[in-house]
Nanobody
Framework: QVQLVESGGGLVQAGGSLRLSCAAS????????MAWYRQAPGKQRELVAR???????YYTDSVKGRFTISRDSARNTLDLQMNSLKPEDTAVYYC?????????WGQGTQVTVSS
């Protein structure tokens, strides 16, 4: 069972930055897909950014140019650098890892952006 632990959330003013980090309990070297999702109150969980082996990345339109996803196989971590934050980025952010077609989730970290 893969364990994922997120950190780095908090309260920030609009225009500010935060860096989220997700630590995996085992090696991510052979993991094809890792991603960050978020869920705002009253809304469905949505994909924010995805990292696929071969350094292929995907970003939802609303965060393109502001967020950067990166993985470190030596440290078994997945990071999300978030710049130029907006109030609409407020949500609980979840780290996700896909292994053998099973989705593993972290417990989530709250990001709140004040206007």
């Amino acid at each position: 069972q893969v364990q994922l632990v997120e950190s780095g959330g908090g309260l920030v003013q609009a225009g500010g930055s935060l860096r989220l980090s997700c630590a995996a309990s085992e090696s991510i070297r052979e993991i094809n897909t890792m991603a960050w999702y978020r869920q705002a109150p009253g809304k469905q969980r949505e994909l924010v950014a995805r990292s696929t082996s071969g350094d292929i990345t995907y970003y939802t339109d609303s965060v393109k140019g502001r967020f950067t996803i990166s993985r470190d196989s030596a440290r078994n971590t997945l990071d999300l650098q978030m710049n130029s934050l907006k109030p609409e980025d407020t949500a609980v952010y979840y780290c996700c890892l896909v292994k053998s077609q099973v989705y593993y989730w972290g417990q989530g970290t709250q990001v709140t952006v004040s206007s």
